[in-house]
């Protein structure tokens, strides 16, 4: 559907989110093992200080031991012997504290079970040298081996400690190492995925904020158009309305609640509402509808009646169709036009139509009377005249003879009329092929059928050259006949008849007056004769039908003549004038369109 | 009943024609049997018995009651043992219409009554005269309606 915008970018919209939230996950669980790690080494510092101490401890207890035993040795007062007697829970305690602090590294456990061995031996070496110095067990030789042995115990025992001390701070060295090796190379990378994460999140929000400026634009538009449905529904006098299947929520457009008699948004529509208002009449024929449209997608024009509150008949016409949208729901559009105006002017014109119809019917009916039945006893009346024999006549009386006579002429002239009137009405009823034809033929046609006139009156017929024109051919070639005859029947006595026929092309908006201003051109063509014409102010009426200048005993006619020709030019969108003065001759223009 | 010479069967619902036709028949002097029916169910009646001679030479009123002269035309050119009679129509109009119709649906010649005896004779003598033959194979638009020169 072109209609609809299009919003790609919500879709790279969602990548690069999902990407910055994966930066920013990664980074968070960076920071969080770091944390982790700091807190692990500080662990390990601490560990390895308290070892430390303790072995401090631990040695300074034995330092303690010894300088109170050497007191006591010296002077002999037991009051020195004091720290060396708590000198060994210290030991305990510390030794214990050690143990536990090395639990997890089985080589500090066998170097402290080795020192152990050694400070056991170097308070057994204790005890000796205060035996041996004991004045009752006082013995030189041996005190000195043992305190001298003891002086070698106490180193081998700082020579334990500090091994001890050395492999823990090796240890600790080389796991801050480890940890100085991985944080190290952390803050330049997360420097630059923070970075990639942020640059991301501002390529989103610069696309949101191209979306939101294009999606004001669409608003707006979507604003007006809006604005012009609803108005041109109201002046076009149709509305619309949609219905969603799948929440089969159905909205109506302003314009279908005023169609329908009501405010807008007076009501909520349902599915039932719509068949309400459609008369009792139609109901059916719009409920299957509706349902077709579901089924064929497509609604064919359906034409029904509508029964508004106030009791109104509005006419109504209307078509559908089903939409799948670009989620997939389906929508049923639909269209009323209320066409009330047009259906009661079609019905107006319908009606015309059958009147026209009906006097045409009367028309034929006529032209059926007057070719038929009128002429059947008219013919009688002829043919039983011509059965009167010269052997019958010749028995009758003159006056008898004379009556006769006359009867035969009045027959003669019915007969006549009842042609003429009859060649008006064809000229009406029969029909109307226009066929590309030579003027010049059909002038050259209407001399041969007055072949017999123009030679009695041996008049002189001019024409300069006529056009090609889409004429009905039978109908100009009886235009000629009859301006010729008219021209020759009403010729001036004594006078030899001359006829001129003149063409030439006219613009139309040089006789404002009385030409079709929609076509451009124009065919003048003019018969003048120099015969006795007429009094001007008869100019117009002489195309009335039976209308007649002069008495029907000095020139025989019916009056139908001009009335055909005038017929004949309105058959071809044309017009016909004359103009004349009494024994100047007339002239007879008539104008066909191009 | 003359053996060998011409049938002829006038439909015409109008008496006085009848009447100037069989006069006219009598006085051109041609050996024909004249035969005639009033109205178009009577013609059919009349070319389906079978006790009855087929007419060399039908002239057909066009407008009658019960059955039109149109009607009776159309039918008799649906038969196939009638299709080949020879049908002069024989009518008051000079309508194109009613000429153009019966061209179409099978008339041999179109015949307009004329208003004087004398034409009437010229017309039958010229119609029972004619090589029929001759003139339904040149038959066109032209030559269907008769003129008398």
Redesign the interface.
């Known amino acids: 559907m072109k209609w609809i915008p299009n919003f790609n970018s919500s879709n790279s919209l969602r990548v690069i989110f999902v990407i910055a939230v994966f930066i920013l996950l990664f980074l968070s669980s960076i920071a969080y093992k770091h944390n982790q790690d700091l807190n692990e080494s500080s662990k390990l510092v601490m560990h390895t200080y308290e070892i430390n101490i303790q072995l401090e401890r631990l040695m300074s207890a034995i330092k303690d031991a010894e300088t109170g035993q050497r007191g006591y040795i010296i002077t002999r007062n037991a009051r020195f012997l004091t720290p060396y007697i708590y000198s060994r829970d210290k030991v305990n305690t510390s030794f214990i504290t050690l143990k536990k602090l090395t639990a997890d590294n089985p080589k500090q456990q066998e170097n402290l079970r080795r020192l152990f061995k050694l400070i056991i031996q170097r308070f057994v070496s204790f005890e000796n040298c205060l035996k041996y110095s004991d004045p009752k067990t006082y013995d030189k030789r041996r005190l000195d081996n043992h305190m001298f042995g003891g002086r070698i115990l106490m180193e081998n025992i700082r020579f334990k400690v500090d091994e001890m001390n050395d492999i823990e701070k090796t240890y600790l060295k080389n796991r801050l190492k480890i940890y100085d090796d991985e944080i190290s190379l952390s803050p330049l990378f997360s420097i630059s995925l923070f970075l990639t994460a942020l640059f991301f999140i501002l390529l989103a929000y610069r696309q949101i904020s191209k979306d939101f400026q294009r999606l004001k634009v669409f608003n707006k538009k979507l604003l007006i158009s809006n604005g012009l449905i609803a108005e041109s529904e109201t002046i076009g006098k149709f509305s619309t309305w949609q219905w969603d299947l799948d929440s089969n929520k159905i909205d109506y457009s302003d314009n279908q609640y005023r169609l329908l008699g009501y405010e807008p948004g007076s009501f909520v529509p349902v599915k039932e509402t719509f068949l309400d208002f459609v008369h009792p009449d139609d109901k059916e024929n719009v409920s299957n509808s509706i349902e077709g449209i579901i089924k064929n997608r497509q609604l064919p024009f359906v034409y029904y009646k509508v029964l508004l509150p106030s009791h109104e008949v509005r006419y109504f016409k209307s078509t559908g169709k089903l939409l799948t949208d670009q989620q997939g729901s389906k929508i049923l559009l639909g269209i009323n036009f209320d066409i009330t105006d047009e259906h009661l002017l079609n019905i107006e014109l319908q009606e015309r139509n059958k009147e026209l119809e009906k006097s045409n019917k009367e028309l034929a009916s006529f032209n059926h009377v007057a070719s038929h039945d009128l002429q059947e006893p008219l013919r009688k009346i002829q043919t039983f005249i011509s059965r009167v024999s010269d052997a019958d006549k010749a028995v009758m009386s003159q006056s008898a003879r004379d009556y006769l006579a006359k009867i035969e002429v009045s027959a003669k002239r019915m007969r006549v009329l009842i042609d003429d009137l009859l060649l008006f009405s064809r000229t009406n009823t029969t029909k109307k092929e226009f066929i590309k034809t030579n003027l010049e033929e059909l002038l050259a046609n209407a001399e041969s059928e007055l072949t017999e006139v123009i030679e009695e009156k041996s008049a002189i017929i001019v024409a300069n050259k006529l056009p090609k024109l889409a004429v009905i051919p039978y109908q100009i070639e009886q235009l000629f006949i009859n301006l010729i005859g008219n021209s020759l029947k009403y010729s001036k006595p004594n006078t030899i008849p001359s006829i001129t026929i003149e063409s030439t092309k006219v613009n139309a908006e040089d006789y404002p007056e009385i030409l079709d201003q929609n076509v451009k051109k124009f065919h003048k063509i003019t018969f003048t004769d120099n015969g006795m014409g007429f009094d001007p102010q008869f100019k117009e009426t002489i195309f009335i039908l039976f209308q007649r200048l002069h008495s029907k005993t000095d020139y025989p006619g019916t009056g139908i003549g001009l009335a055909i020709c005038k017929k004949i030019v309105d058959n071809h969108k044309g017009y016909i004038m004359a103009d004349s003065e009494p024994d100047k001759g007339s002239v007879f223009t008539i104008f066909l369109p191009d | 009943m003359q053996k060998n010479a011409l049938n002829i069967l006038l439909a015409d619902d109008?008496e006085?024609?009848r009447l100037?036709f069989k006069?006219a028949f009598e006085e051109i002097k041609i050996q024909t049997n004249v035969e005639f029916v009033h109205d178009g169910m009577q013609l059919m009646d009349h070319l389906l018995n079978s006790d009855n001679k087929l007419p060399d030479i039908l002239f057909l009123d066009l407008?009658m009651p019960k059955k039109t002269g149109k009607e009776c035309l159309i039918e008799i050119k649906k038969t196939e043992h009638l299709k080949n009679i020879i049908i002069a129509i024989y009518s008051?109009?000079?309508?194109?219409e009613d000429i153009e119709d019966t061209f179409i649906q099978g008339a041999n010649i179109y015949i307009k009554?004329?208003?004087?005896?004398?034409t009437?004779k010229k017309i039958i003598n010229e119609v029972v005269t004619v090589n029929w033959h001759y003139h339904t194979s040149g038959l066109n638009r032209d030559n269907f309606l008769l003129r008398l020169k």
Do not use: V
């Open positions: 109008d006085d024609d100037f006069d407008n008051t109009s000079s309508s194109e009554k004329p208003s004087d005896f004398n009437l």
